[in-house]
Nanobody, 119 residues
């Protein structure tokens, strides 16, 4: 079982920066695909960025060039550096860890951290 805890959210003005952290415990996540997702009221949760165990990354078009995902496998931690924030980035941001094990998909989520960007 993996527990994920996000931190680093808050209120920031447009153009500012925030760094989110996802700390994993209970099991090593070095061989999991890790990701950040976000959700606003009334909308589906959407992908922000993912990072594979080897470090390859994938970003939503809306955040390319502004957000950077990274991970520290030794510390069981993942990060999301968010620069040039826009009001439309306002959402609850969730950390995810996923791995396929035999025929099972192990899929873990954190509780979320609120990011609010004021105009």
């Amino acid at each position: 079982q993996v527990q994920l805890v996000e931190s680093g959210g808050g209120l920031v003005q447009a153009g500012g920066s925030l760094r989110l952290t996802c700390a994993a415990s209970g099991s090593a996540v070095s061989n999991f695909v890790m990701g950040w997702y976000r959700q606003t009221p009334g909308k589906q949760r959407e992908l922000v960025a993912t990072i594979a165990s080897g470090g390859s990354t994938n970003y939503a078009d809306s955040v390319k060039g502004r957000f950077t995902i990274s991970r520290d496998n030794a510390k069981n931690t993942m990060f999301l550096q968010m620069n040039s924030l826009k009001p439309e980035d306002t959402a609850v941001y969730y950390c995810n860890a996923q791995k396929t094990l035999s025929l099972r998909i192990l899929d873990y989520w954190g509780q979320g951290t609120q990011v609010t960007v004021s105009a």
